[in-house]
């Protein structure tokens, strides 16, 4: 058992520091169990009907969808998921000021395996962000230090962007963190598990539906796309990295979502027009659509729905398919990794509660919807952007990377003082397929891995404190060796 733990000299500074005022930002980001919740139960419940499994979701949606709720006799649970959502709804989107935040935190033995739930990255981080927002444009300038970071970069602007509002669509440019799925353990093709890349976004502000009768029947909807550059070290030096996503709910407890990104460009590969409309067709496919010369890209694609069941029965049924491009045979669109999980909520004395239970596979497999046979070591990888669908050694999509499997189960408890619990279990085979692979950000050979979490968020007058205790065990089926470690970690922020 290892337990380690080194921490800066100014994290302990900004521990001790006064609090800071809050700051306000127009774009919900990915990592608030809370606001989860808050948004998920409101939306299960029927009390709004929005698009809510594309992050970062924009705060004038939620808000708009609260101001058509009536004041009918609601549970306490709702009602206070709608207080919750309203107030702090109210101020960050409160105009014309600026805003300081701070935060810090220490850990031991930061954890390798991310969720949605956004735990320390290093050992030691502090930062401050100052932002302002006005009726039409947003900055949020946001500066971080790392002590001994994995990846070697100690200063980090995650988080720092500046939008417009452009009808009913918003334009951002900066580092932005994303979640694309309904899972709440991993997401296959898009998470925060990677440190957001700098990039260009454009995204639907209000989910209101089309007016046209042939398209109104969609229901609500939402639309986001960007581009990012991968500056990290990579083998494929400034590869540039294209996401599209279109979501609607055309029935009430029905939201669908189909998506695809894709690597191209970068040093060496061919990065005009032409090529990024190839990318588009789907002309990228060697052997099938092109050559390997003009190749013009890494492409991922697939689909996620979640459905939450009708008759005031409270579940909902979630999965998620994604495909890896290049099938040997018969259409692009292909290799699937899948993942499926279900929902239940409800209240137990004067705490509200959600309990999941999650199974996800990153093994491509052949089969329109992948369900032949396995293809080692093609998830996340590619013959031709060698470092993979990875940046800043962590995959962007799933935390345990390709070729493994996860089982999951988890909680998220709401006390009536604001303040939440989560607990989770995860058995997990990692890299269990095919040939060593070296880009594999876990490991290189087959491990089996057990690993519990415990989290507790608590505001006080002094901020806002968030800590942690883990513990996981790690098989090499290899060599048979076994170690297991205790992870801990502390969070202050001034909000």
């Known amino acids: 058992m290892v337990i380690r733990l080194r921490v800066a000299p100014f994290v302990l500074l900004l521990l001790t520091c006064v609090v800071l005022p809050v700051h306000a930002d127009p774009l919900a980001r990915p990592g608030d169990l809370l606001l989860r919740h808050d948004i998920r139960l409101l939306v299960d419940e029927g009390v709004i009907d929005m698009p809510m499994n594309t992050w970062p979701i924009p705060w004038a949606a939620v808000l708009e969808q609260l101001s058509h709720t009536t004041a009918l006799q609601r549970s306490v649970e709702i009602s206070r998921a709608i207080a919750r959502i309203r107030e702090r709804a109210q101020w960050e989107l409160d105009t014309d000021e600026w805003y300081l935040t701070g935060w810090a935190s220490a850990a031991a033995e930061p954890r390798a395996i991310r969720t949605f739930e956004d735990t320390p990255r290093e050992e ?4 401050v962000a100052f932002s302002w ?23 980090r602007p995650d988080d720092t962007y500046a939008g417009m509002v452009l009808g009913n669509w918003i334009v951002t440019a900066g580092w932005q963190q994303r979640w694309w799925g309904p899972s709440n353990d991993g997401s296959l ?3 925060s598990n990677a440190r957001p890349r700098p990039g260009v976004t454009l995204q639907r502000n209000l989910s209101t539906p089309f007016e046209t009768k042939w398209l109104s029947w969609l229901g609500p909807w939402t639309l986001t796309t960007f581009m990012e550059r991968l500056d990290d070290e990579r083998e494929t030096k400034d590869t540039l990295l294209w996401g599209f996503r279109f979501g609607v709910r055309p029935l009430p407890g029905l939201e669908i979502n189909v998506n695809r990104t894709a690597m191209w460009c970068g040093e060496g590969r061919p990065c005009d027009l032409s090529t990024f409309f190839d990318l588009l067709k789907g002309d990228d496919n060697k052997g099938q659509n092109t050559t390997p010369e ?16 009708p008759r005031d029965i409270p579940v909902a049924l979630y999965m998620q398919w994604t495909a890896e491009d290049g099938r040997p045979q018969g259409v692009p669109l ?27 596979e990153t093994i491509s497999r052949e089969g329109g919807f992948g369900f032949g046979d396995k293809i080692p070591n093609v998830a996340y990888n590619h013959p031709l952007y060698r470092t993979g669908y990875r940046y800043n050694k962590r995959v962007m ?34 890299n269990i397929i095919g040939l060593p692979d070296r880009a594999h950000s876990l490991s290189p050979t087959p491990q089996e891995s ?7 968020t608590r505001g006080t007058r002094f901020g806002r404190f968030y800590i942690g205790i883990g513990y ?5 089926e290899l060599s048979g060796e076994s170690q297991s470690e205790v992870t801990g970690f502390l969070r202050w922020s001034s909000r």
């Open 294 to 309: 003009d190749e013009p890209g890494n492409q991922l694609a697939g689909y996620d729905i979640r459905w939450s069941l």
């Open 124 to 127: 030691a981080e502090a930062g």
């Open 189 to 191: 093709i898009l998470s």
């Open 472 to 476: 996981s065990q790690l098989d090499d």
């Open 450 to 456: 057990w690993d519990a979490l415990l989290t507790h």
């Open 334 to 360: 292909g290799s699937f990794l899948r993942l499926i999980g279900a929902e239940h909520w409800g209240s137990i004395g004067g705490f509200a509660h959600r309990t999941h239970v999650e199974v996800a």
């Open 397 to 430: 999509g799933h935390s345990i990377d390709g070729d493994g499997r996860s089982y999951s189960i988890g909680t998220t408890i709401v006390d009536s003082g604001d303040n939440t619990w989560n607990a989770s279990l995860r058995y997990m085979e990692i």
């Open 133 to 155: 927002t006005g009726n039409r444009f947003t900055v949020n300038l946001s500066a971080a230090f790392a002590n001994d970071p994995v990846d070697g970069e100690e200063f």
